[in-house]
């Protein structure tokens, strides 16, 4: 990669790119050939919050910070719990060289850019966030967070993976101005296809077995996978017709051969073109099309689906009077923390309705059957379970037609695998493919495009065109959002109020 480049890395769901970053990072070995990177480098992990323990906000900062700052901090932290417990002339020592230590690996410096860090993502300074539990921040207070520690340090070479995830609106048009402006080089994953066309220089797709690199922006990128992929079928129909040329022509010369030995020397030579023809192997066959297809049927409800009055949930929204009609598509917009989530989870039915605190009333019409795509993939009840034992448990399938619905998802190969060892993009597949079983007639759907590739994104838009029922989706995906037709957003004030067009702050 150039200096200063940004890479977009994209590939089906499972594909293994992530697996690529941490090779990059040196988490895992490669089983061939080597990655090097200059400059110093910089990692954000898909799932930024879980690094064990009761983290804090300045162990988070610390997670990514220099291998020397950590060291330096862990020294300090020992060093100040000795002095807590015996303030002799050795501790003191100790703590004056941890001290020492931690000034002159930058600490100090760290801990002026983490203030900005935290003035920036959480409007408190470091002092008085860097105790708080990261449990309480939302998912996109962590993104901002770690992203801006990555690049306001001093690492040149960025891996992000999915750093758009979790972000509100106005966080990922920050993101984008952020990886405009910055002279780091970034390789990231990202399958939102506003944030690709609004940043990537640089498209590197995962595919097949292989890796190809399309030199331009995502506006050209589709057409680029298609002159490639008609290129390598033709360069493969060269190499198919003229192994048959050579095979028709072994078949002549063994023939003339059994009439006249004077052929047979020509017959021998032509069977050694033919196989070290063969033995070189044919060209890059075309990666596989991507099909999946998703089948949400639904059924005839009532005319009024959802039904509020003076709904107001505690501490969140104000009261607010709405109506949802069967067959509308209902975007639910707004910025991260203003309620839209504790919305659709009190929708969902009697399960949750108790952990969402609300006054007012709101009731389901009728013959709605709701069914709920959750943004974290939150299902204890899959733990540990292969996807085809829970479509042949759960959805009353046989083997066979469990793993014709697994083929249509392209999750077939994964059919064995337990659903917390899926990736994020093969877990939300699997989601909607849960929802398509259960006869859900209103989906509520929490951020459904966050984890899905671009492929399979698309796939949802259609089957939610020709779903008989009604959508509610949370969502901050500009490109998904095009095909709603009415848009109620949830303000920062507690407003809930419907706009004639999204509305993102």
């Known amino acids: 990669m150039a200096d200063g480049a940004k890479a977009a ?15 990059l990072a040196g988490d895992l070995l490669p089983d061939a050939g080597t990655a090097v990177s200059s ?17 804090t906000v300045r162990d988070l900062l610390l997670s990514v910070a220099s291998s020397a700052v950590r060291e330096a901090a862990a020294t300090l932290e020992r060093a100040e719990l000795a002095m807590m417990e015996r303030d002799d002339e050795r501790t003191q020592v100790a703590y004056a060289s941890a001290l020492t230590q931690w000034t002159d690996v930058g600490g100090y410096d760290a801990e002026v850019r983490w203030d900005a860090c935290c003035t920036e993502a959480l409007d408190l300074h470091f002092e008085c966030a860097q105790h708080r539990d990261v449990a309480t921040l939302s998912g996109g207070e962590q993104k901002r967070l770690v992203l801006e520690a990555l690049l306001r340090g001093h690492d040149g070479v960025l891996l992000l993976d999915e750093p ?18 910055t002279a780091k080089t970034v390789l990231f994953v990202s399958h939102d296809r506003e944030v690709l066309a609004r940043t990537a220089t640089t498209i590197v797709t995962l595919e097949g077995a292989r890796t190809w690199v399309h030199g331009g922006g995502f506006a050209t990128y589709d057409d680029a996978r298609r002159h490639r992929h008609q290129r390598l079928a ?7 017709r003229e192994r048959d040329r050579l ?5 002549t010369l063994q023939q003339q051969a059994a009439r006249s030995d004077a052929m047979a020397s020509r017959y021998r030579a032509m069977q050694t073109r033919l196989r070290k023809f063969e033995e070189q192997g044919p060209p890059e066959a075309p990666p596989p099309e991507q099909r999946v297809t998703v089948r949400l049927r639904g059924a005839r409800t009532g005319d009024k689906v959802v039904i509020c009055r003076g709904l107001a949930l505690t501490g969140l929204t104000d009261p607010v009077d709405l109506e949802i009609y069967y067959g509308e598509r209902v975007a639910v917009l707004g910025r991260n923390g203003t309620g839209k989530s504790h919305f659709l989870r009190l929708l969902v039915g009697d399960g949750t309705r108790s952990r969402v605190q609300h006054t007012g009333e709101w009731r389901l019409g009728a013959r709605v059957v709701p069914g709920h795509f959750s943004q974290t993939h939150d299902h204890p009840e899959l733990i540990g379970r292969s996807l085809v034992d829970i479509l042949w448990d759960d959805a009353a399938q046989q083997r066979g037609p469990a793993m014709a619905a697994l083929r249509r ?11 917390e060892l899926l990736s994020g993009g093969q877990q939300a597949r699997f989601q909607i493919l849960l929802l398509e079983l259960s006869g859900t007639t209103l989906l509520l759907l929490d951020e459904p495009t966050d984890n899905l590739d671009v492929v399979s994104a698309e796939a949802l838009e259609h089957g939610l ?3 008989d029922g009604t959508v509610i989706a949370v969502t901050h995906d ?28």
């Not at 890395?9 to 090779?23: D, E, F, P, Q, S």
């Not at 033709?234 to 198919?240: A, H, K, N, R, T």
């Open 9 to 23: 890395l994209v590939g089906a769901n499972g594909m293994g790119k992530t697996t690529l970053l941490r090779i």
């Open 478 to 505: 500009r490109w998904f959002v095009r095909s709603f037709d009415r848009f109620v957003l949830f303000d920062d004030d507690g407003a809930v109020t419907e706009t004639a067009a999204p509305v993102w702050e």
């Open 39 to 55: 400059g110093g480098l910089g990692v954000m992990s898909q799932f930024i919050g879980s690094i064990g323990g009761d983290t």
């Open 465 to 467: 065109a020709r779903f």
């Open 247 to 251: 095979k028709a022509l072994v078949r």
């Open 234 to 240: 033709d360069v493969l129909g060269q190499w198919e």
């Open 409 to 419: 998802y392209e999750l077939d190969d994964a059919a064995e695998a337990p659903f």
């Open 164 to 181: 758009d995830n979790y972000l509100d609106v106005p966080g990922k048009r920050w993101l984008e101005q952020a990886l405009r402006d």
